[in-house]
T-cell receptor, first 116, second 111 residues
């Protein structure tokens, strides 16, 4: 497709379970970002990839959260031992180059994660 | 660190009325500022961005924003609201390798 694709669109999991959220960026985009949007809040930065490497993971809240982008395209956000506080919409964005005002980031529709 | 504050979590206007959504920034360096719109069940879409080239920035769908350094503001305006403008609007500022977003303003447009 032409845009950023995120799967699944909705995920309900039990507390303590492991989940994986997938992001397919726009083809050719080298930069990929993950954000988390809690109810009533703006998106909060989690991690930024440039190519295959995590250039900035300062937003990951704790070591239960991990993300990979092994081939520099698709990325997976992994959450271990999920907690109810992890419930949120997880947004993925990609841009042609790295961060910069001349490089627009395109967002996917997000994955709504609900931990029960 | 750079940050933005959006005043008013909900704004309601009549169709055809002026839209004014407020955003104030805090930045120790010249900021790069953005407005994004989020329609229900859709991703964020860029409305416009300030890159220091011009203080009045025009965006899509008839929106514009003016950068005012003296007021540390970047308010979003539209002369005449349309029903299709109902959405959530986010102001954001670049901070290193990421965007830092405000808490959002939900715009309601009534007949």
């Amino acid at each position: 497709g032409a845009g950023v694709s995120q799967t699944p669109s909705n995920k309900v999991t039990e507390k303590g379970k492991y989940v994986e959220l997938r992001c397919d960026p726009i083809s050719g985009h080298t930069a990929l970002y993950w954000y988390r949007q809690s109810l009533g809040q703006g998106p909060e930065f989690l991690i930024y990839f440039q190519g295959t490497g995590a250039a900035d993971d300062s937003g990951l809240p704790n070591d239960r959260f991990f993300a990979v982008r092994p081939e520099g395209s698709v990325s997976t956000l992994k959450i271990q031992r999920t907690e109810r506080g992890d419930s949120a919409v997880y947004l993925c964005a990609s841009s042609l180059n790295g961060p910069g005002v001349r490089t627009e980031a395109f967002f996917g529709q997000g994955t709504r994660l609900t931990v029960v | 660190a750079q940050s933005v504050t959006q005043l008013g979590s909900h704004v309601s206007v009549s169709e055809g009325a002026l839209v004014l959504l407020r955003c104030n920034y805090s930045s120790s360096v010249p900021p790069y500022l953005f407005w994004y719109v989020q329609y229900p069940n859709q991703g964020l879409q860029l409305l416009l961005k300030y890159t220091s080239a011009a203080t009045l920035v025009k965006g899509i769908n008839g929106f514009e924003a003016e950068f005012k350094k003296s007021e540390t503001s970047f308010h979003l305006t539209k002369p005449s609201a349309h029903m299709s403008d109902a959405a959530e609007y986010f102001c954001a500022v670049t901070s290193g390798s990421k965007l830092t977003f405000g808490t959002g303003t939900r715009l309601q447009v009534t007949l």
